[in-house]
Each structure stands twice: as C-alpha cells, then as structure tokens.
C-alpha cells in the first residue's frame, strides 16, 4: 500500500482485503450497482480482479501492477477496475474461476483477473500478470495485456461480445451429470480405497507430488473405509499422512496449527499463510484418527491447533477470525522461520543442542539460508520449555496480517470442530467456546426473518446475503453443538435454518440446492455445486445435515431430499473421490447402519458421565446421540421422537437401534460397554 496516495472508494469497505487496496492509484470499484452503471455509461469493459487477503500472490501483483501509475493510468482511462474479496463473494468467485477454466482449462488460482463486457460476461481471463514480459510469451506483462485488450474492445467489440455470450451460456450450463438409475449402495464406495492408494505417497504421506495440499476431508473418507471394509490399508494411509503433515513444515511446532499447503513433497516448506477453515477441518481430522487409533500424538496436534485457534483467531465475542497472512515486513514466513544461532542465544547451549537435533536446525538452514522447523519422528525428548521459549520470542516479531472479518461458514466448521475435540477429549472449555460462536451468529449474523448473513466485522454490522455453505456449515455445527450439550435450543435452531435452507436453496424442479439463493442479487449463472476443494461443497454438507437431522428429528422429507441430491452426484463423483470427499462420507452414512443412542440419566450422575464417554470415544461415525435428564421434566418428544416410551430404568438407562431395531434397554455403563465391544 502507497501512503503518498489519497485513498479511493476501498477504503469504505469493511473486507482487510479491500482496504489494502484503498490507496493503490487504480480508480478502483467494489463490486455493485455504480461500477456496473459506469462500466454501461462509458462502454467501457470491466477489469475484475479477485483474490483475498492471505495470499501473497495478491500482495505481489499489488505492488507490481496496481501500485505503478503508468498500469494505474492505463487501467484508470480505458476500464472499469472492480476489486472482489472472494471470501466475502464466493459467488462471484466461482462464477468467474469457472470462466476461467473454460476458456484456458487451467486450473485457476488468485489473483484472478478477468475482463468482462458491461453485461458481466467474461472474454478474457487469467491469474497473476507481472509488470513486463518477463514470462512471455506464456504470462504476458499486465500492460502488454491490457493495450491488447483495449485494441480488441476497441476493433473486435462485437467479435468479444459474441465470445462472452457463448462463453456465459456454457457457464449457465454447467449442471450436474444425473444418474437417476444408480442405486446408492455399499458398492459405490469399495473402489474407493484403491482410487486413492493409485495417488497416494507411500514415503511422505498425502496425494500427488507437489504442491501437496492436506485434503483433510479425505484423510477422514479414508478412516470411514478403514472401518466399514475392515481395510487397514486404509487407515495406514490416512495415519502416514496425518503424522507426515504434523512433523514436517506445514505445522506450526510452535504455535500449533497447520499454514495453507507445502509447495514441495516432503510437507517442509509451507504456503505460509494459515485460513481457519483448514485448521478447523483438520482439528476434526486429527480428534477421529485420536478415536480410529488412541494414539496421543493426533489428540496432541488436535490440542495445539485448538489453542493456537483460541489464542490467535478469536476475538473478544467469541467468533473466529478468517486467515493469517503469509508475509509479515514484506517477505512471505519471515515470522516462523528461525536462524541457529538465534536460537542457541535465546536457549543456551546445551537445551539448543537437543532443540536443533529434534527440529532440523542447522547452520545453512532448509529454507532460504533461514530454517524452518520439523521434526523426523513422533518420539522425541520433552522440549515443551524450549518451544515457550522461542514462541515467547516469536510473539515480539512484527506479526502476520490478520484478516479479523467473521464468516458464517468457516466458523461453522471451527465450531463443529470444537464440539467434536469436546465430546472426544472431555473438554468442556472447548464446546464452551464453541457455543460462545455459535450464539454470537445466531444472535448477530441472523436476520429477523430467520435468514443467514455471509460476513461480519467485530464491529461492523453483518451484511451480505449467506450462501449455501454458510447454511449447511452452520446447521452442521449446531448439530455437533446438540450432541455435546443436549441442549434443545440448537437442534431447534438447527431445524428452523434448515426450513429456510430449503425453501431459498432448493430447486424446485430438480434435486441438488443452488449456491445462491432466491433473495441473491441475479448474476449471469446460478449453479449448484457439488466439486470440493479446500472445503466440503455446500451441497455435500445440505445432504450431510439432511440425513442426520432426518434421523433426529423424524422427518421422512428431509432424508428423501438428502438422498435425491446424493443420487444426483453420483455420476459425478464416480471415480473422483478427492473432489467428492464429504459427498463420499454422507454415501457412508446412508448406506449405514445408523447407530441411534438414547440415553436416560442424570447429567450430574458419574455414570450417567461415563455412559457418555464410552459411546463419544468410540470409532462410529455414523451415529446420533441423544440424553434426556428425567429430572429435567418432560422429554422435547415433540422435537427429539427418539426420547418417546423410553423410560429411566433405576439407574441410567441406553436404549441403542439400529436397521429399524432395538436392543433390550441396557442398564447401568457396563452394558454398554459391552455392547460397544
């Protein structure tokens, strides 16, 4: 950012990512009605250009391009400039990344910058542009591109303008391949093992070669298939990966939590930035491989990444923050990265000779003459002391940016996390904090009208219009919050969102939801999606919801839609399990069986307690849990059917169906420890 320069409309916004631009000398829009209206007045095309506030290549085509008053003023005199956060206008985002795919078949990537007509339809698109040509001719020099795309608007308008056209009409296009004959079986997920093993890296963990993402969501797949086939190479794979990401760079060792993705195969030099959404999913990740294996070293790395959430990314209500920047004084991990010497000064000699040995310090460094900590093996001295040490130090460095605007969909995720990292390790600090967020966006993201709002600021009033994703992540957490609690309010609050899920979401003509919904500002396509990348898509998560909440709440209709919507993606996801994870997993929980736990006791009863902890620490993952206190009054029978004729037998009492059968009422925590054996 150029403090010589006055700042522009940006600096309005409440988006960091936004704001950073505030005083670039481009003449730059948000995106909506004046840009647009402008862009029409002028018959000017528009220059869109997308990114977020973490990612560095952003930072870098900042500086390059729209910090530099001769690409400002080629911008300024011939385009419209609208700057989109794409974690605020995910909508948007995935609108314009799929013109990008379409037109280049790249696979994408932010910054994105596409140019569009004044009716928003893409021509042209590409990611980061350099300011000359020094990539040319693969990556041309931003003004090289910008003079050729003035000269075309200017000689071939109506050639771009039919290239738009036929480009957006593929976009409105682009539904889901239905297979309305395929049975949804145990079948559809046998090859699942060996799709993934045909990518896996047998030495280092993980899918692929490099970069190597954590994919969370599949290491969680796996340990489902583990189970179900009886298969332990399928857990093998998920533990190899899990214990190869906590050991290598992509792990804070002394921060806890995990940075964005390694750009190599061995999990060593991260991406530096850290978004909450990959920590939440894979604190989630770690807390079940805790369960599949008792092993301590995944609850420690579910620990670490919760305390690093709790110290870092919340805020004073309770919520979450969205991302850590990987730069901090303008080079990206400068903050995590550490000199031998500076560590032998602020330890001492012989604890920085243990602490250097254990972490792969040396005096040429893994990382740019620097050294980024890891670790070759789970088994290692105590250095807890050490670790306080150099985080204490590490906390006077100029810090990381911090985006500190609050998404309903990825704190869904950090709660849902939170509630499961509870009920495994006994936690009730954990599921405290996760109700503390959840009560702040029902309280504060939550219109009078029962809808959902995107984003917020500490602050800042909640705007935008929620997603699908914000839905059916949130709804997923209030549901993890009602097995950790039983408290009624959010499995009511859980039913109200999923009524308006389905009214604004849904289509009415065919199964599956939309992204948008019906009160979202129109755009040029509305699609459903169904591919995940970094998250569950929003309609595997609807679907996930939609048959627990069925099982819960008794309704026939909400496990019919959920069906209907797998068996639409099914063709889709054949074959492609690592962009269909989570839809796999809720193909898991319908092929069943469902484990429906209903536990009659007191919450103050030791063995009521221990009840609890035996059915929570058990590998299951398709359950539903329910408790009801006698004491209490009358069981919510009117919102929870699994509690009617289920009386309290002197002492706690666990009734356990499944396959539309229950066994005899089991009395007291050995009979269900039994059962569980």
Not at 292 to 312: G, L, P, W
Not at 582 to 594: A, E, K, N, S
Request: proline share 6%; charged share 25%.
């Amino acid at each position: 950012m150029r403090d010589d320069l006055p700042v522009n409309r940006l600096a309005q916004e409440s988006s960091l990512y936004l704001q950073q631009h505030s005083r670039n000398p481009v003449d730059w829009f948000p995106w909506g009605d004046e840009a647009i209206e402008r862009a029409r007045e002028l018959e000017r095309p528009i220059f869109l250009s997308i990114g977020y506030s973490a990612c560095h290549w952003c930072h870098v085509m900042e500086h390059e391009c729209f910090e530099n008053d001769g690409i400002a003023a080629i911008l300024n005199e011939n385009f419209v400039s609208i700057k989109v956060d794409r974690e605020e206008r995910p909508d948007i985002d995935q609108i314009y990344m799929n013109a990008l795919q379409v037109m280049s078949r790249e696979g994408g990537g932010w910054p994105l910058s596409v140019f569009l007509t004044p009716e928003l339809q893409p021509f042209y698109a590409g990611t980061y542009f350099p300011p000359d040509n020094r990539y040319a001719p693969q990556r041309p020099g931003f003004p090289q591109l910008l003079r050729a795309v003035i000269n075309a608007w200017t000689t071939q308008r109506d050639q771009l303008i039919h290239q738009a056209s036929e480009v957006t009409s593929h976009l409105q296009q682009l539904e889901p391949v239905t297979s309305p004959q395929s049975e949804l079986t145990v079948e559809r997920l046998k090859p699942v093992g060996n799709q993934l093993r045909r990518v896996f890296d047998p030495a280092n963990g993980g899918f692929g070669h490099q970069p190597k993402f954590p994919h969370a969501i599949e290491q969680r797949l796996l340990m489902r298939c583990a189970k179900r086939f009886d298969d332990p190479s399928c857990m093998e794979m998920a533990r190899i990966t899990l214990e190869k990401m906590a050991l290598g760079g992509i792990y804070d060792h002394l921060g806890g939590g995990f940075h964005r993705y390694s750009v190599d195969a061995h999990w060593l030099v991260p991406h530096f930035e850290k978004m909450l959404y990959d920590n939440a999913l894979l604190t989630s990740a770690y807390v079940e491989a805790y369960l599949c294996t008792k092993d301590v070293f995944f609850r420690h790395v579910a620990v670490e990444t919760i305390e690093y959430i709790r110290r870092e990314m919340t805020s004073p209500v309770g919520a979450f923050y969205s991302t850590q920047d990987a730069d901090s004084e303008g080079e990206e991990g400068k903050f995590y990265v550490w000199s031998k010497s500076e560590i032998t000064q602020i330890l001492g000699e012989s604890l920085a000779k243990t602490f250097n040995a254990v972490y792969d310090v040396t005096d040429k460094g893994n990382f740019e003459g620097h050294n980024i900590l890891n670790r070759s093996t789970i088994d290692s001295p105590d250095l807890s002391d050490a670790k306080r040490k150099l985080l204490e130090v590490r906390s006077h460095r100029i810090w990381p940016g911090r985006d500190e605007k609050i998404l309903t969909s990825w704190n869904g995720l950090m709660i849902a996390a939170l509630a499961q990292a509870g009920m495994a390790f006994d936690r009730s600090d954990y599921t405290e904090m996760a109700s503390k967020a959840a009560d702040f966006i029902l309280t504060n993201m939550r219109t009078s009208d029962g809808r959902l709002h995107r984003t917020c600021a500490v602050g800042i009033p909640a705007k935008l219009n929620g997603y699908l994703e914000d839905y059916s992540f949130f709804i997923d957490a209030l549901i993890e919050l009602y097995f950790a609690t039983f408290d009624v309010r959010w499995l009511r609050s859980a039913n109200e969102l999923t009524e308006v899920m389905i009214a604004e979401f849904g289509d009415p003509n065919s199964p599956g939801f939309f992204y948008t919904g019906n009160a979202h500002e129109p755009l040029i396509a509305r699609n459903k999606d169904w591919q995940e990348g970094s998250i569950p898509s929003g309609n595997s998560m609807a679907v996930s919801v939609l048959q627990r909440l069925g099982v819960l709440v008794d309704k026939r209709e909400y496990v019919v839609k959920a069906n209907e919507t797998l068996q639409t993606f099914l063709a889709m996801i054949q074959g492609s399990p690592m962009a269909a994870g989570q839809m796999l997993c809720d193909l898991d929980f319908h092929v069943g069986p469902v484990q429906e736990w209903v536990v009659i006791g007191s919450k103050s009863d030791p063995e009521t307690l221990e009840v609890l902890h035996a059915i929570r620490t058990t590998y299951h993952p398709n359950k539903v849990v329910v408790l009801h206190d006698p004491a209490s009054g009358d069981a919510p029978t009117e919102l929870v059917p699994l509690l009617k004729d289920k009386p309290m037998q002197a002492r706690v009492t666990t009734y356990l169906c499944q396959n539309y059968a229950c066994l005899a009422p089991m009395i007291g925590v050995e009979a269900v420890r039994l059962a569980l054996q």
